[in-house]
């Protein structure tokens, strides 16, 4: 079996060092790992397989003189602006979790378990989108019950943890924790959020546009269709919590057709990387503790709406740094890889 020259760019951030553990848990064919950051990281070490990695510099020539052929970049969108097409031009095929490229026209979005074909059109620019991580089990649990009964519209509410924030945002929420516990929570000064997010829900993740929707919103309503291929009305209200790990998504699917929760929950119950966790008179239903550190997306609370049959509400979780990140990223290696035999 062929093995691949893999470098990570923004290997020592969140959904970098997410890449390299399941890297090492999927096995991927590797003949060289070549971790990669800015030049205030280089010289640190990255562990793999028992072994260290030490950092090296991203520069433009990097990917040519290591003979890269599949990078990973989760360093931000500025980063891959800057470095994505020296990595495409050295023939790498470039897996990008920022939001730089998702919607440019000839660059596949992709989720694998809704829409691996579009993967074969990476030769265009060397690039493959990863989706925004709110999208991306969205469309896990949507993409199935579209097929089967077709969808009309979506309303979708996130609840998301500070993790989709990075480290940054993980380590102000657990510094205001500590800064309650110590009663002295009134002297934190918000950086990572617009307001402190310990004890508090914030209806605003990124900025807000000229239709008073959020971009992160946008996001989600622009990326849901390009990903299905579809054309249906998607609306969202993206709000940060005070969870370190794992988004959760209150969804609410019109149908064009009246729709069972039987029927919904054998179409789930056997759909790629998803979990069916609905009962709710045991109280089981997903929640992010049950997500976190997990490569599946769950789903639960399952109902028809009391006045519209062919409305259903449902909940969500999934980890954002693995499924809403670094696990679709290996994935769509994984299939790449697959297309290339």
Partial sequence: MKKYNIAVVGATGAVGEEIFRILEERNLPLNKLVPLASARSVGREIEFKGEKYKVKELTHSVFDEENIEIAFFSAGGSVSAEFASSAAKARAVVIDNTSHFRMQKDVPLVVPEVNPNDILLWEKTGIIANPNCSTIQMVQVLAPLHEKFGIERVDVSTYQAVSGAGKKGMEELVMQMQKFFDFSLDSCEPKAFPHRIALNLIPQIDVFMDNDYTKE????VNETNKIMHSDFAVSATCVRVPVLR????????????????????????????????????????????????????????????????????????????????????????????????
Avoid at 217 to 220: A, F, I, S
Avoid at 246 to 262: D, M
Wanted: net charge negative; glycine share 4%.
């Fill in 217 to 220: 919103e946008m996001k989600m």
């Fill in 246 to 341: 794992s988004h959760s998504e209150a969804i609410t699917i019109k149908f064009k057709q009246e729709v069972s929760k039987e029927d919904a929950q054998e179409v789930l119950r056997n759909s790629e990387s998803v979990v069916l966790l609905d009962d709710p008179q045991a109280k089981e239903y997903p929640m992010p503790m049950i997500a976190t550190d997990t490569d599946e997306t769950y789903v639960g609370r399952i109902r028809v709406d009391n006045y519209d049959k062919s409305i259903l509400h449902l909940w969500c979780v999934a980890d954002q740094i693995r499924v809403g990140a670094a696990t679709n990223a290996v994935r769509i290696a994984e299939k790449w890889i697959g297309m290339q035999v």
